[in-house]
């Protein structure tokens, strides 16, 4: 073997996987209706209020795949958002942080990093950074170097959620060049967050579809 086909052997081996990258979007402005809509639904997020919530979803309502996962009495059921502990609250604060996708005139998705997630990656070991340069870290500490920064990359989650120096958790992933560290847990989102979907009914905005991973 010739040292030129050796070297690009060599080459080939120590080349870097390109970053998977999920930049945000947002295309509430799209569409005036449905910015006032999401102004009521923000509201009644912002003050738990589920008789606001309810006149903003639809009656028949998608929770799951399953032909019964739907209507409100099984949408109430799921999300019981009259707890003090509902999952419901948190879930759509987050839809309203991560903005909309317009995928046709009468239809929304969020977040856009459930519905653009790239086939052929395991959402269940990655993790997707929802800011732009989050420094990653060499241990679980603000006051720790940050080498490298990472932008809207798909990252693999190397450990579980931990707690480190000061506030705020931290968790051990691996970028596609094989750099590993540490990210804040508020500069990253799991893939396998509620899906939500919001539609025209009755010639009105609702939220048609709330939906886990995995279920």
Same mark, same amino acid.
Request: glycine content about 6%; proline content about 7%; charged content about 25%.
């Given at each position: 073997?010739?040292?030129?086909?050796?070297?690009?052997?060599?080459?080939?081996?120590?080349?870097?996987?390109?970053?998977?990258?999920?930049?945000?979007?947002?295309?509430?402005?799209?569409?005036?209706?449905?910015?006032?809509?999401?102004?009521?639904?923000?509201?009644?997020?912002?003050?738990?209020?589920?008789?606001?919530?309810?006149?903003?979803?639809?009656?028949?309502?998608?929770?799951?795949?399953?032909? $019964?996962?739907? =209507?409100?009495? @099984?949408?109430?059921?799921?999300?019981?958002?009259?707890?003090?502990?509902? $999952?419901?609250?948190?879930?759509?604060?987050?839809?309203?942080?991560?903005?909309?996708?317009?995928?046709?005139?009468?239809?929304?998705?969020?977040?856009?990093?459930?519905?653009?997630?790239?086939?052929?990656?395991?959402?269940?070991?990655?993790?997707?950074?929802?800011?732009?340069?989050?420094?990653?870290?060499?241990?679980?500490?603000?006051?720790?170097?940050?080498?490298?920064?990472?932008?809207?990359?798909?990252?693999? @989650?190397?450990?579980?959620?931990?707690?480190?120096?000061?506030?705020?958790?931290?968790?051990?992933?691996?970028?596609?060049?094989?750099?590993?560290?540490?990210?804040?847990?508020?500069?990253?989102?799991?893939?396998?967050?509620?899906?939500?979907?919001? =539609?025209?009914?009755? =010639?009105?905005?609702?939220?048609?579809?709330?939906?886990?991973? =995995?279920?």
């Amino acid at each position: 073997m010739s040292r030129l086909v050796i070297a690009l052997c060599i080459l080939m081996q120590t080349e870097a996987v390109p970053a998977l990258r999920l930049y945000p979007v947002d295309d509430t402005s799209r569409d005036p209706a449905f910015r006032s809509f999401v102004k009521k639904l923000r509201s009644a997020v912002e003050t738990r209020n589920t008789g606001a919530l309810r006149k903003l979803v639809d009656d028949e309502v998608v929770i799951g795949p399953a032909d $019964e996962d739907k =209507g409100w009495e @099984q949408f109430y059921a799921r999300w019981h958002p009259d707890d003090s502990d509902s $999952e419901l609250w948190p879930a759509l604060s987050d839809l309203l942080a991560l903005g909309f996708i317009r995928e046709h005139p009468a239809l929304f998705l969020s977040p856009y990093l459930v519905w653009r997630f790239p086939r052929g990656v395991n959402m269940k070991t990655h993790l997707v950074v929802i800011r732009d340069r989050a420094p990653l870290r060499t241990a679980p500490s603000l006051r720790a170097p940050a080498p490298v920064s990472v932008s809207f990359e798909i990252v693999e @989650q190397l450990g579980q959620r931990e707690s480190g120096e000061g506030l705020g958790q931290w968790v051990l992933v691996r970028t596609a060049e094989g750099e590993s560290g540490y990210l804040n847990t508020r500069d990253v989102m799991s893939p396998l967050m509620p899906r939500a979907q919001f =539609g025209i009914r009755h =010639g009105k905005w609702n939220l048609i579809a709330l939906e886990m991973q =995995g279920q």
